[in-house]
């Protein structure tokens, strides 16, 4: 799956209850969007210009994050259901400009949506948004823990959690042993090692925890209830 | 629970990443205090997902026992909780207890006595893994049989 690189903000250690700004919303939500709308079947162009669509009429113009009720469930779902409307209405406005030629197509192109591109994977489109979705939340956990590793002195915990956890998980990546580490940081046990990976684990899991109870509400059980659905979505179960 | 899992057997295997990165995740928040006793045990050796996996095989090496002893260790005397530091000592114990049961090797400089009454407080924690505990409750017998 083709999903583009969308311009990244610099994670901040808010408190988890500030909600982020509507443009820093746009841009974190974009990957998922893009990943639906291109597995859906857009050419990568048309997946662009619907995605930018979306953001600019639905996402920031009907101004979808306060339309969320805590009631109902996740955002995730608000956001996916609206993107599928979008979708759908946008090819019913096609396929009437097409019927009256004089009508304003400039997004969609018919034929690219009735041939269809379709990632050679074959993850539903569904999928694809909770893969992008999920990865988005992985990087902004990695990246805020990381930060707050450094602001406090904790480079050598977040380098071994880094080589040995992060990058070995998420690229495969050939772990260095704890004696390089060890060298590397001039450490005479691989205890050290060990309790910051420990606590870099912990701090990454409690991060990540809180960005996805910033997507629901503020209880924990939510959240959980949330991280459950993420995981089953990854397993192929409906949530 | 930990990380990569050693088979991707099927087409989902692009996804397998993020899966184990979320059930961790979900795991740490679930059960923070077993965790990262899950997590030492997978530093030692990956293809173990839990301090019973990685304790109470008996394949597994003398020299992995050892390294797990040092972690554990290193887990009582630093972890960022009571509850990890006492994970960590019991975790410890239990490593030197698999060594003896499985390799009749001693991890640690104690007598048979002091050895004996570690083996006994953590086959007596009902906050480890049963299998954990089973295992060092065998050491325990086989030690106190040595000792006459």
Redesign the interface.
Known sequence: MDVPAAPMTTPEDRPRTAPPSSDEASVREWGAIYAYIRQAGRSPEEARDLTQGFIADVLLGRDLRSRLDERRGAFRTLLLSSVRNYLADRYRHDHAARRHPGGDRRHVGGDAIESGIVDP??VDPE?AFA?AW??RL?HEAAEAVRAEALATGREMAWDAFES??LR?????AEPPS?ETIMRRWGLD????V??A???M??A??RR??ALVGDTVDAS?AS??AE??A??GL???RAS | MN??SPQRPD??W??Q??????????H???Q?AS??GD??AY?VDPSRASPAALLCDPSTPVSRLR?AR??Y???R????TAE?RTLGSRLAVACAAAAFLFHGERLTSHDDAALLASFRSAAADEGLDPKVREMVSAAERRLAHAMG
């Open positions: 994977a074959g999928r893969r999920i990865s992985v040995r956890v070995a998980m998420l690229e495969g704890y046990s691989p205890g050290d060990a309790n990976i420990v606590s684990r912990r990454f899991a990540f925890a924990p959240a959980r991280l459950r993420l995981l990854l397993e192929g | 990380g990569p087409a989902d692009a996804d990443p993020l899966r184990d990165t979320l059930a961790w995740v979900l740490s928040i679930e923070p965790a990262a997590w030492i530093e390294r040092i972690l260790a290193a887990l005397a630093d972890g960022e990890e």
